[in-house]
């Protein structure tokens, strides 16, 4: 132990006598290391982001979308089935069950004139399911059913049609159509990208039931039910069951998974992106590791002479080897440290994150995983670049401090 402590005093004061020559040589494997971290923690962020948006799309894991429909293709009775699902959640306890009719156009009165706005009809539920934000105001909520001037949620790109009144001031929509009147906004969905001009208008499903006899032809409503993601396969086939059992001939329901981790093709295609992306971070390092045991080959024939006197001295082969491999360590580690310490500084900044994933929701912590690959990297770096200055070095003999 105490050789090991001394040959590493001595391969700190070699880096310190020589720091000029560290320092330009370490450079790039500091900034190689950093390269590393930072596509390993790109791909933990790249992941959430991904979730999340996986999750609007397609509802959180594991989201179970339960439909019905005739085998003639005519619509089913929505009341009846209705009924039967709504059992069958209570049955079962979900926690988290929603309504959604999707693919709906209302015309909207503007300040310019009419124009056709995307609308979905959904319950309250609706937006947990789907991890929707909102930009301003709130989701809606059951006693939302008897407001006199029923609630809408409404995107970004709408409030700007409208003034962007503040939603303070209860501003209001005009619809035309069957389902016309006046309807409160009580909340706006951001943009989900800068380019996003979408109109849309979200309904309460009962309130928008309310003042329609009948939904629009092609309308069609869903279920959709988060469940817990480990049971989910034992819960999708008995529900199927217990929806389908006494149904009349000519109706099927169906009953699927529509969220992310239902796609194992989702996984692969992100852990193939971190391959590719690591792998050229490697080569970089290689690059850079291949420059380091090239300028200490170079150093090492003008340390001939120091090393001749050490082993004059009564240095031994060993000691000599370890010193100098461990100066090769130690620096690289430095400089690795310096560089997984730039770049936890730079991503711990909420605002660098959003503005490389815009729209994230949950900022993961910076991934210690991306840490310990950075510092293995930079350690194992040190050590291939050490070793063969160290096997050099111990081919030097004490006649050859004379000779030098």
Request: proline share 5%; aromatic share 6%; hydrophobic share 50%.
């Given at each position: 132990?105490?050789?090991i402590?001394?040959?590493?005093a001595?391969?700190?004061?070699e880096i310190?006598?020589h720091k000029?020559?560290?320092l330009?040589?370490l450079?790039?494997?500091?900034?190689?290391?950093?390269a590393?971290?930072a596509?390993?923690?790109?791909?933990?962020?790249?992941?959430q982001y991904?979730?999340?948006?996986?999750?609007r799309?397609?509802?959180?894991?594991?989201?179970?979308?339960?439909?019905?429909?005739?085998?003639d293709?005519?619509?089913?009775?929505?009341?009846a089935?209705?009924?039967?699902?709504?059992?069958?959640?209570?049955?079962?306890?979900?926690?988290?069950?929603?309504?959604v009719?999707?693919?709906?156009?209302?015309?909207?009165?503007l300040?310019?004139?009419?124009?056709d706005?995307?609308?979905?009809?959904?319950?309250?539920v609706y937006?947990?399911?789907?991890?929707?934000e909102?930009l301003?105001?709130?989701?809606?909520?059951?006693s939302?059913?008897?407001a006199l001037?029923?609630?809408?949620?409404i995107?970004?790109?709408?409030?700007?049609?409208?003034?962007?009144?503040?939603?303070?001031?209860?501003?209001?929509?005009a619809?035309?159509?069957?389902a016309?009147?006046t309807y409160?906004?009580?909340?706006?969905?951001?943009?989900?990208?800068?380019?996003?001009e979408?109109l849309?208008?979200d309904?309460?499903f009962?309130?928008?039931r309310?003042?329609?006899?009948a939904?629009?032809e092609?309308a069609?409503v869903q279920f959709?039910?988060?469940?817990p993601?480990?049971?989910?396969?034992?819960?999708?086939?008995?529900l199927?069951?217990?929806?389908r059992?006494?149904l009349?001939?000519?109706q099927?329901?169906?009953?699927n998974?529509?969220?992310?981790?239902?796609?194992?093709?989702?996984?692969n295609?992100?852990?193939?992106?971190?391959?590719?992306v690591?792998?050229?971070g490697?080569?970089?390092?290689a690059?850079?590791?291949?420059?380091l045991?090239?300028?200490?080959?170079?150093?090492?024939?003008q340390?001939v002479?120091e090393i001749g006197?050490?082993?004059?001295?009564?240095a031994?082969?060993g000691?000599?080897?370890?010193s100098?491999?461990l100066?090769?360590?130690?620096?690289?580690?430095?400089?690795?440290?310096?560089?997984?310490?730039?770049v936890?500084?730079?991503?711990?900044s909420?605002w660098?994150?959003?503005s490389?994933f815009?729209?994230?929701?949950?900022?993961?912590?910076?991934p210690?995983r991306?840490?310990?690959i950075?510092?293995?990297a930079?350690?194992v770096?040190?050590?291939?670049?050490g070793f063969?200055?160290a096997?050099?070095?111990?081919?030097?003999?004490v006649?050859d401090?004379?000779?030098?």
């Open positions: 132990m105490t050789g402590l001394g040959a590493l001595d391969a700190w004061a310190r006598v000029l020559r560290v330009l040589s450079i790039g494997i500091a900034v190689s290391v950093a590393l971290t596509v390993f923690a790109f791909s933990e962020y790249q992941r991904q979730t999340e948006q996986s999750d799309s397609g509802g959180r894991a594991a989201t179970l979308v339960v439909s019905q429909m005739n085998d293709g005519t619509s089913a009775d929505m009341d089935f209705e009924e039967r699902v709504a059992a069958a959640a209570a049955r079962f306890e979900f926690s988290h069950t929603a309504r009719v999707q693919g709906l156009t209302v015309p909207v009165a300040s310019d004139g009419i124009v706005a995307y609308a979905r009809l959904y319950d309250p937006p947990q399911i789907h991890r929707e909102l301003d105001g709130r989701w809606f909520t059951d939302d059913v008897e001037a029923p609630p809408a949620i995107t970004e790109a709408l409030w700007d049609r409208l003034g962007r009144v503040p939603l303070a001031q209860h501003p209001t929509l619809l035309s159509g069957p016309g009147g409160q906004v009580v909340g706006v969905v951001p943009r989900e990208s800068y380019m996003d979408s849309r208008v309904l309460l009962d309130a928008y309310s003042r329609v006899d939904l629009p092609g069609q959709e039910v988060w469940v993601q480990g049971s989910v396969d034992e819960i999708a086939p008995v199927a069951m217990d929806l059992a006494g009349p001939e000519g099927t329901i169906m009953v998974r529509s969220d992310w981790a239902a796609q194992p093709g989702n996984v295609a992100m852990a193939t992106f971190e391959m590719v690591g792998g050229i490697g080569i970089i390092l690059l850079g590791a291949l420059s045991i090239n300028i200490q080959l170079v150093a090492m024939r340390r002479r006197v050490r082993r004059a001295f009564g031994s082969s000691r000599v080897f370890v100098v491999l100066e090769s360590l130690v620096a690289t580690t430095v400089a690795g440290v310096i560089g997984i310490a730039i936890v500084a730079i991503l711990r909420e660098v994150v959003t490389m815009y729209g994230i929701q949950d900022i993961p912590p910076f210690m991306a840490a310990m950075g510092l293995i930079s350690v770096v040190g050590a291939v670049a063969i200055p096997l050099v070095a111990l081919r030097v003999k006649i401090a004379i000779r030098f």
